[in-house]
Antibody, heavy 116, light 107 residues
Framework: EVQLVESGGGLVQPGRSLKLSCVAS????????MTWIRQAPGKGLEWVAS????????YYPDSVKGRFTISRDNAKSTLYLQMNSLRSEDTATYYC?????????WGQGVMVTVSS | DIQMTQSPASLSASLGETVSIECLAS??????LAWYQQKPGKSPQLLIY???SLQDGVPSRFSGSGSGTQYSLKINSLESEDAATYFC?????????FGGGTKLELK
């Protein structure tokens, strides 16, 4: 059974940093691209970042490019999202997803609140 | 960026009815469209990928269709467990973009 468990969320002040982690199990981690998707409270879904199975390439929307960094440690079956220069509009639940071309499996999500 | 316009924003239907949800892309997305179901407090679940392929384990009352810029999700014989919010996603090109969602309420 595929399991994706996110951690690292919490309350952070604007301009500060936070790093999310996602531990994967139940599949061969280094065979899959991975993606972060977020959802602001009561709002829709927004793609945040994707990474190839080797970690050799990464992709971001303009809204987070230059502030967020997706990375992975295949030896630890762990996906990361380093978030810098956080803004109030980054407040959301962040989901770790396994990509089978598209997000097929989702973690339970971790809440990030950016507020002073 | 490709814009995804989803309609309706909300929908109320009775058990046993059939409903359809539409997504209109701002340009051709070549069937690179997925549908997700999200229940309150839960993560989204994949229903349909590549416009019309049913994800393993998803009931056959869910179906997807469309091409080019117009796509739809159809739910036959509504059951109580179908009450949820539904989202479309285009993965034709980055940035991936989602529709705004359709909240389905069962009468």
């Amino acid at each position: 059974e595929v399991q994706l468990v996110e951690s690292g969320g919490g309350l952070v002040q604007p301009g500060r940093s936070l790093k999310l982690s996602c531990v994967a199990s139940g599949f061969t981690f280094n065979n899959y691209w991975m993606t972060w998707i977020r959802q602001a409270p009561g709002k829709g879904l927004e793609w945040v970042a994707s990474i190839t199975n080797t970690g050799g390439s990464t992709y971001y929307p303009d809204s987070v490019k230059g502030r967020f960094t997706i990375s992975r440690d295949n030896a630890k079956s762990t996906l990361y999202l380093q978030m810098n220069s956080l803004r109030s509009e980054d407040t959301a639940t962040y989901y770790c997803t396994r990509d089978g071309g598209i997000p097929t499996d989702w973690g339970q999500g971790v809440m990030v609140t950016v507020s002073s | 960026d490709i814009q995804m316009t989803q309609s309706p924003a909300s929908l109320s239907a009775s058990l046993g009815e059939t409903v359809s949800i539409e997504c209109l892309a701002s340009e051709d997305i070549y069937n690179n469209l997925a549908w997700y179901q999200q229940k309150p407090g839960k993560s989204p679940q994949l229903l349909i990928y590549y416009a019309s392929s049913l994800q393993d384990g998803v009931p056959s009352r869910f179906s997807g269709s469309g091409s080019g810029t117009q796509y739809s999700l159809k739910i036959n014989s509504l059951e109580s467990e179908d009450a949820a919010t539904y989202f479309c996603l285009q993965d034709s090109e980055y940035p991936w973009t989602f529709g705004g969602g359709t909240k389905l309420e069962l009468k």
